[in-house]
């Protein structure tokens, strides 16, 4: 599903204008973008958390050179699903019916 065409069911289900749905959305993301820059980690009771992960500092292997290559410690953006959110994906009749086919 894209985001137009989440825009596009909120607004057939709530009545409100694409329009104005629209906005409402980007500014929901550009929100849950500049706090999580800021360092913020955002909690939506009953969905989800999107929080900044901690990579350690590592060495890697780039392989068609044959070199090491040092990354650094960095944060990285995650999302991780509140457990009413796992559930009712894991007891979804039409996501059992997919695993099943």
Do not use: C, Q
Request: charged share 30%.
């Amino acid at each position: 599903m894209t985001k137009a065409e989440v825009i596009a069911e909120i607004a057939d289900k709530t009545g409100i204008e694409k329009a104005d749905v629209s906005a409402t959305v980007e500014a929901f993301f550009k929100v849950v973008k500049d706090s999580m820059a800021e360092g913020n980690n955002i909690y939506v009771r009953g969905f989800g958390s999107f929080v900044n992960k901690k990579r350690a500092k590592k060495v890697a292997r780039n392989i068609s050179k044959n070199t090491s290559i040092i990354i650094d410690e960095h944060f990285i953006p995650s999302f991780k699903p509140s457990k009413t959110f796992i559930g009712k994906i894991k007891n979804s009749k039409k996501i059992k019916a997919l695993a099943n086919a």
